[in-house]
């Protein structure tokens, strides 16, 4: 892929200048620099009383951010969605109560509250529910200090742009992980999308489909690509690459030697209680590691 014809926004040689990485502010953090952003907490937010207690130690830990969804993609209609605007209140206080920033994945623009309905939905159930559509875009992006788009709407481009939209009248950047089927040219130029609006934008590398022990196969090559030809930093989601918590450990330390500018990683007190990512939970204590190997190796890089 011809990058600068593509991609122009983002890219990073223009003729014979070579621009820096872009520094993109996420809360009182700079993201895109020597000090590695450490984005750390439950896939998705279960009870209040959990959440507190994970983001407790997980802060403990060396978390500079939080996360724990609120509307969740799933695969399986029948799995928990979620606990939508419930969780957007069980945030609001965590931010208050730990004074640490927020990120999460906006799924759309709107959701109905589907499992508050007996399925199949009659016509009047149907016409009921419309009434209830959720605000989604609203509801996150207004507490969330970095918003994001989940891999599975990795080519949304009309939501992208709504997003991006949004977060520019917030004054607030996003990130855009990944789909997991697209080529790196494809991904690039879903980022050139948000970016030409004049949105802040961070990558996320989160693994592509495969079929190997790794529930999607590592693209950790594909940082140093990214980072060689634009300007965009890149956020490393080793959990979703692992999908084993024993394997989360040794990605997010390549991650970090191939130049990563920032980490997702998911954390868990009681793995088995989980109701999304289960098996790639890892403890605050195993994260504690990762963010010290991670303090000890940014500014040698
Ligand atoms: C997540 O971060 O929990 C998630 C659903 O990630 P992805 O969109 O990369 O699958
Ligand atoms: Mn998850």
Redesign the pocket.
Known sequence: MDILKSCPTIARCVGSEVKPTNIVKVNNFSVGGNRVLIIAGP?SVRDEQSFFENIKQTQRAGADIMRG?AFK?RTNPASFQGLENGAIEIIRKAKKHFNMGYAC?VTGETRFPVNQYTLPLSKELADEITSKKIDVLNAVTQVADLPWI???NGQSYDFIQSLAIKAITLDKPIML?RGYWMTLGEYCMALEYVARLGCQVIACL?GVNTDTKYRFMPDISDIAEIKARTTVPVIV?PS?MAGNWQYVEELAKEAIFAGADGLIIETSLEREKELS?KDQAITPDDLFKIVEFTRETENSR
Do not use: A, I, N, V
């Open positions: 896939c969804g993609p994945e989940g891999s599975r992980k989160r989601d979703h990512d």
